[in-house]
């Protein structure tokens, strides 16, 4: 590593905070963070998912934690960069029981961010690189078990003779992301999903539905897509790597398989689990229970007074699959954010007469203005920069919540300067347009309500071109035999009505499965407290229950996109297998 000034200042840093934190002197360590700091962390200090906001919240973690994490080896890891007039420097550290690494961005000599992660457990790595399995028992062997065999065994055996330590609810991209860590960790898990196939839940979509996020951000834990890969997948190609995952990674999935009901026995410390698999009643007795039913959970239905007289078809999207059965019927597509949008294409394309009822303003960016200015970590150009996807993640995981509104302004200010004519069109064909309460656009939309916003990869333009009719400003006041009533007295014919209306809380899912008690105990899901409308406090500094222990024991929530899943699937695991080694975990 060269001597640089700014190595020099990250290593001099570093050292000090070692030394204080050596002595146990946490005023020492704070007075070397800004009086504006944030130390995020995940699972190093606090055994959870937290960020400290100021000198006396950090003060406070460090009493509560420095003599049972015992931390030690402070190494920066790479030559520090000068980053927005600031000092930035990615390092490694261990605890009593971890190995960590993490990336620190000094101002004026003293921290402004900290970041802190656990990358594995001592004595419980995973077994890979040099330390992969050898696959073959050398010489001959009269008894020997055949790996096809060994896994016929296993299959058999898991849920039956032996119980799973850790069952996870749902088999897309949250479920198999967890499933593949827990597997190279050695926790024994099985994968509920309900569909015929590991896949489906992408395959079952409306047909003409594309991942709006590009390859190199959704690549999933172990295997990355390959370099022919398309930058937007197709949800039935997605549907296929899914399965083609399950079955490589050695992944016990059960499919056709329902979990009918669930209940925590606080005395044995694990659940009693009803499921249908495949017509089967079977019980399982696992010690953990996740649920990875997706971003969010069951549809939110909403109430449309004259629904019983509408002569027509009323549907939500999450039962919309293909639009060519409606080919020269007039639909009524009620929402306008991203299923909204993607709906209405599907039933253009198939020749249906659109009407989009926007209910309220939404934030839209083009895709491939996102993809220059919003993704540019996550590209062939980071590639070639030496940004790989696990670099990536880190860099976006070290930014506090809390310092990410600044940073989006500033971006949706450029996307605005760049695109106005696009907007100005829009705006003009009656569309209506926001970027979020405070100007901060898609992103913080999504963490914080998880809805409003698009990523236009077509629609737009037929919005503009009138070939998608909008009526904006208007609210269904009722339906009447032949379609749709407004507020202002005006009327809608239609032959189909579509709510792309989104999705509830994935803690919904466990009101349905485990009790209204315990769904309202553990709270919703997602979400900052931020004080934006449909984002309820209080300010947690953090998103609301996911990846981290809950106010349920031995329940868990994995999901969001591809790029969360793959993400935070690895500190579930992590969790999950440190409580299954009885590694001690008290979580702040």
């Known amino acids: 590593m060269s001597d640089t000034a700014p190595t020099r200042q990250a290593s001099a840093w570093l050292a000090a905070f070692a030394a204080a934190l050596d002595a146990r002197d946490t005023a020492a360590a704070a007075d070397l963070f800004l009086d504006d700091c944030y130390w995020r962390d995940l699972l190093a200090f606090t055994w959870n998912i937290r960020t400290m906001e100021g000198q006396a919240a950090i003060i406070?973690?460090?009493?509560?934690?420095?003599?049972?994490?015992?931390?030690?080896?402070?190494?920066?890891?790479?030559?520090?960069?000068?980053?927005?007039?600031?000092?930035?420097?990615?390092?490694?550290?261990?605890?009593?029981?971890?190995?960590?690494?993490?990336?620190?961005?000094?101002?004026?000599?003293?921290?402004?961010?900290?970041?802190?992660?656990?990358?594995?457990?001592?004595?419980?790595?995973?077994?890979?690189?040099?330390?992969?399995?050898?696959?073959?028992?050398?010489?001959?062997?009269?008894?020997?078990?055949?790996?096809?065999?060994?896994?016929?065994?296993?299959?058999?055996?898991?849920?039956?003779?032996?119980?799973?330590?850790?069952?996870?609810?749902?088999?897309?991209?949250?479920?198999?992301?967890?499933?593949?860590?827990?597997?190279?960790?050695?926790?024994?898990?099985?994968?509920?999903?309900?569909?015929?196939?590991?896949?489906?839940?992408?395959?079952?979509?409306?047909?003409?539905?594309?991942?709006?996020?590009?390859?190199?951000?959704?690549?999933?834990?172990?295997?990355?897509f390959p370099e022919h890969w398309p930058v937007f997948t197709p949800k039935d190609k997605m549907g296929d790597w899914l399965e083609m995952y399950a079955r490589v990674m050695e992944l016990n999935c059960w499919t056709s398989s329902t979990c009918l009901s669930a209940a925590y026995d606080d005395g044995e410390k694990s659940w009693t689990v009803e499921v249908d698999r495949a017509g089967e009643r079977v019980v399982l007795k696992p010690k953990h229970l996740v649920f990875?039913?997706?971003?969010?959970?069951?549809?939110?239905?909403?109430?449309?007074?004259?629904?019983?007289?509408?002569?027509?078809?009323?549907?939500?999207?999450?039962?919309?699959?293909?639009?060519?059965?409606?080919?020269?019927?007039?639909?009524?597509?009620?929402?306008?954010?991203?299923?909204?949008?993607?709906?209405?294409?599907?039933?253009?394309?198939s020749g249906a007469d659109v009407t989009m009822i926007q209910r309220s303003p939404t934030t839209v960016v083009k895709s491939d203005t996102l993809m220059e200015l919003g993704f540019e970590i996550y590209s062939e150009q980071a590639l070639a920069r030496g940004i790989g996807t696990d670099k990536a993640d880190m860099m976006v995981a070290s930014t506090p919540f809390a310092l990410l509104p600044e940073s989006q302004k500033a971006l949706y200010d450029r996307i605005r300067v760049r695109d106005a004519d696009f907007y100005d069109r829009l705006r003009q064909s009656g569309f209506a347009i926001d970027f979020g309460d405070d100007e901060t656009g898609l992103m913080m939309k999504a963490y914080r309500t998880g809805s409003g916003y698009y990523i236009d990869v077509g629609a737009s333009e037929l919005i503009i071109a009138g070939e998608i009719t909008v009526r904006s400003g208007v609210a269904v006041e009722r339906l009447t035999p032949k379609g749709i009533q407004f507020d202002d007295g005006s009327e809608l014919a239609a032959d189909v009505i579509i709510s792309c209306t989104g999705y509830q809380s994935m803690h919904e899912t466990v009101a349905a499965i485990v009790s209204r008690e315990v769904a309202d105990k553990v709270g919703p899901c997602w979400g900052l407290g931020s004080g934006v409308r449909n984002d309820p406090g209080p300010w947690l500094g953090e998103l609301r229950n996911m990846w981290?222990?809950?106010?349920?024991?031995?329940?868990?929530?994995?999901?969001?996109?591809?790029?969360?899943?793959?993400?935070?699937?690895?500190?579930?695991?992590?969790?999950l297998k440190a409580r299954m080694e009885g590694i001690a975990t008290p979580v702040y």
């Open 60 to 224: 406070e973690m460090l009493k509560a934690t420095l003599d049972g994490r015992r931390p030690s080896a402070w190494s920066l890891s790479r030559e520090a960069t000068v980053e927005n007039s600031g000092v930035e420097a990615g390092f490694t550290f261990e605890t009593a029981v971890a190995r960590g690494e993490g990336i620190l961005r000094l101002r004026d000599g003293k921290c402004r961010t900290l970041f802190t992660a656990v990358s594995e457990l001592k004595g419980h790595e995973e077994k890979k690189g040099a330390g992969r399995p050898l696959g073959v028992r050398h010489g001959a062997d009269r008894g020997r078990e055949t790996w096809s065999e060994r896994r016929r065994r296993e299959e058999a055996a898991l849920g039956s003779t032996e119980q799973p330590y850790c069952l996870i609810v749902g088999g897309g991209q949250g479920g198999l992301a967890l499933g593949a860590r827990l597997r190279q960790l050695g926790v024994p898990a099985i994968i509920l999903e309900k569909n015929a196939r590991a896949g489906d839940s992408w395959r079952n979509r409306y047909r003409s539905l594309v991942l709006h996020d590009p390859v190199w951000y959704d690549h999933l834990p172990y295997m990355p």
């Open 292 to 349: 990875a039913t997706g971003a969010y959970g069951p549809p939110r239905m909403i109430d449309l007074p004259g629904a019983d007289v509408f002569e027509g078809e009323l549907l939500h999207s999450s039962q919309y699959a293909d639009g060519r059965r409606f080919r020269g019927k007039a639909c009524a597509v009620i929402g306008a954010a991203s299923s909204g949008h993607d709906v209405s294409v599907d039933l253009w394309e």
């Open 548 to 575: 981290k222990p809950t106010a349920q024991d031995a329940l868990w929530f994995q999901g969001g996109n591809l790029a969360l899943s793959r993400f935070y699937s690895k500190f579930v695991a992590l969790q």
